[in-house]
């Protein structure tokens, strides 16, 4: 039986892949369902699911940890696992990927704003040159001693404040991710075509782009596959979805009124979407 990470590598060769984020196991059955090819646990969805706050380093490497294990024993589909800023110092990140690696996570995202980040609507900081690849070379070394997992190598450094930043300094740090090892490569926050161009000619590894970038352009997933990004990325948009359908019914609720049912999904359909059928079948099966 193949890994998670050998099932995304092959993936990854067919090319064009189209990725929804999840931020649990319900969202990564119905991604699966839904004929995806992977799914991606974000930090930002599952900071805001799970606790409520915003996506500020507030998630340790514990509770996600514990997350992408859950998620990823739910189907049987390669699930992408942001990893933050490795939580913590070069042996921090090097127990995250080991770590991440066990929960049966395929690939991990690191990436190089300071901790604690300020991934929530303002700019953050990215590290020095020097910690930003003192990151990726832990994470590498890991992954070579035995933790089965990609490793996709994200800079921030676009869109950064401080001196360290510009698409010249992202696409520095991308290329040295990818001397170092990384697997995969993320520059986030291009502004427009032009600069998703220099992106996709700056290296031959496979590239990540988030085609839902709030206060960013919405890329369509063909425009940028046709590029050349591997993985087309939504990166919060389930998440919003799902805030905003939570909004809507609370507001029908608070009003007296049913949701209504175009709105809700049917309880057969619920039952497909947990594996109601498969759980009776085994039921029958050990009472014969």
């Known amino acids: 039986m193949t890994s998670p990470a050998d099932r995304l590598r092959k993936l990854i060769r067919r090319g064009g892949m189209t990725v929804p984020s999840c ?3 319900l969202g990564f059955r119905m991604i699966h369902q839904a004929g995806f090819p992977a799914a991606f646990l974000s930090g930002f969805s599952v900071s805001a699911a799970k ?5 500020a380093g507030l998630l340790s490497y514990g509770e996600m940890a514990a997350q992408a294990r859950d998620v990823a024993a739910s189907a049987p589909m390669p699930l992408l696992v942001d990893a933050d800023t490795g939580f913590g110092n070069a042996q921090n990140v090097q127990r995250t990927v080991r770590g991440l690696a066990s929960a049966g996570a395929a690939c ?3 990436e190089d704003q300071e901790s604690p980040k300020r991934d929530f609507g303002a700019p953050g900081r990215v590290v020095s040159r020097e910690d930003a690849l003192r990151r990726v070379k832990a994470a590498v070394q890991a992954r070579e001693a035995g933790a ?3 490793i996709i190598g994200r800079t921030d450094a676009r869109n950064a404040a401080g001196p360290d930043s510009g698409l010249d300094e992202a696409l520095w740090r991308a290329k040295a991710f990818a001397d170092l090892g990384a697997d995969i490569l993320f ?3 291009p502004h427009d075509r032009r600069e998703l161009k220099r992106i996709a000619a700056s290296t031959k590894l496979p590239l990540m782009i988030q085609v839902d970038e709030p206060g960013r352009p919405a890329w369509k997933p063909s425009d940028v596959h046709k590029m050349g990004f591997t993985i087309a990325l939504y990166g919060v948009t389930l998440v919003f979805a799902a805030a905003g359908a939570i909004r809507d019914a609370i507001k029908d609720m608070k009003a007296g009124r049913s949701v209504p049912k175009e709105r809700v999904v049917s309880w057969s359909e619920m039952s497909e979407i947990v594996g109601v059928p498969a759980y009776l079948k085994v039921d029958r099966d050990l009472k014969r």
């Open 23 to 25: 931020y649990d196991a």
């Open 51 to 55: 606790l409520g706050v915003p996506d």
């Open 108 to 110: 991990l995202m690191l």
């Open 148 to 150: 089965d997992i990609l």
């Open 187 to 189: 520059v986030t926050g």
